[in-house]
């Protein structure tokens, strides 16, 4: 199950771009097709790595990108959730596509209440969520 190492590689770029002490709420990510990423194996491997840790109830958003599908035989393009499809026009092999990124895209960050921490001492909004991009996920 390469999702569990998917998921601890997620963790450290989180910690990574998280300000120390900040909550992250919300970590959300986006999958292509061909990483074969099983969505619900994630999200356990992902309470599993966060549990006892600052991420623990941080929850991971998977935008699971879908297949494109092109027939060969009429020329129709479409998306689809499996790669091995027949077409409306019967041809039962047409050419599947995907992707294969795995992006760290927003977190999704609750700040120190007033007079609390780091954050209220630098003049930080409170109770801004943030969001923060960051490079792709290397697994």
Known sequence: MHEFSIADAIATQVARHARPGARVRDV????????GIE??????SWQAVTFETPLEGCTLTIEQKPWTIACGNCG???ASPVP???CECGNDVPEPHGTDELDLVA???EEDE????ADAAAGA???AGAT?????VAD
Request: hydrophobic share 45%; charged share 15%; no cysteine.
């Open 28 to 35: 959300e990510i986006v999958v292509g097709a061909l990483r």
């Open 39 to 44: 969505p619900e194996a994630l999200l356990m």
């Open 76 to 78: 129709r393009t479409w």
């Open 84 to 86: 091995f499809v027949t």
């Open 107 to 109: 977190l999704t960050i």
């Open 114 to 117: 007033p007079g609390e921490g």
């Open 125 to 127: 909004t409170p109770g």
């Open 132 to 136: 923060a991009d960051s490079p792709p």
